[in-house]
């Protein structure tokens, strides 16, 4: 680390734009804290200095960090929206994949056993076609939404409010999303209607 001269002020040297950015991430990553709790945080620079308060406010003020502080906060939301969903994804794929396994267990039980003794494994059937039908669409609705762009959001909004004003049920309009011939948009097993692909 280097040290000042002695007899050398190194007052009058301005700390680096390195040092500065090192210290907006600490201002932003502790809730952007101001006063000495920010200041106990802050490393001292190379001339084993730190700023004192009214730097850091002019910082603040002058070089934007507000400004920045919210674009970052911004793409923090978009993340965390992101992994919301595709947590969700992964939810409703090993819904479907548990409703699939019970299927499997109650066809299994009748293949061995007499097809009038099974009221277990016949509920046991039951619950799993529903449950692989509720989570079956969803993981893949969520994700083309989360992909769309804003042009694509409002045309699906309006689409869906006109199905609404309709005397439709929840889970039409909620199919509807995908499946609407009329703009080749994707239905919930990744076919686009009206193609041969």
């Known amino acids: 680390m280097a040290k000042p001269i002695p007899g050398n002020s190194m007052e009058h040297v301005g700390f680096s734009d390195d040092y500065k950015e090192k ?21 001292k620079d190379i001339y084993d200095r730190k700023p004192n308060l009214t730097t850091i406010s002019t910082w603040i003020n002058k070089l934007g960090w507000r400004e920045r502080a919210d ?8 993340r965390i929206e992101r992994m919301a969903i595709e947590e969700k994804v992964e939810m409703f794929n ?14 299994d039980y009748f293949n061995k056993n007499d097809i009038t003794s099974g009221n277990v ?31 694509e959001l409002e045309k699906t909004v ?12 929840l889970p039409e309009i909620v199919d509807g999303i995908f499946m609407d011939e009329s703009d080749g948009v994707e239905n919930g097993d990744g076919d686009v209607p009206g193609t041969d692909e």
Not at 71 to 78: F, I, P, S, W, Y
Not at 94 to 107: C, F, N, P, S, Y
Not at 121 to 135: F, M, N, T
Not at 158 to 169: G, N, V, W, Y
């Open 121 to 151: 494994a016949l509920r046991l059937l039951v619950e799993g076609v529903e449950i692989e039908r509720q989570s079956k669409g969803v993981p893949g609705a969520l994700e083309r939404l989360s992909k769309m762009n804003n042009e």
């Open 71 to 78: 674009v970052l906060d911004v793409e923090v939301a978009h």
């Open 94 to 107: 090993r819904h479907a994949l548990v409703g699939r396994e019970m299927q499997d267990k109650a066809i």
């Open 23 to 43: 210290t907006f991430f600490i201002w932003y990553s502790s809730g952007k804290l101001e006063g000495l709790r920010l200041l106990d945080l802050l490393p």
């Open 158 to 169: 309006e689409r869906l409010l006109q199905k609404a004003d309709s005397p439709t049920s």
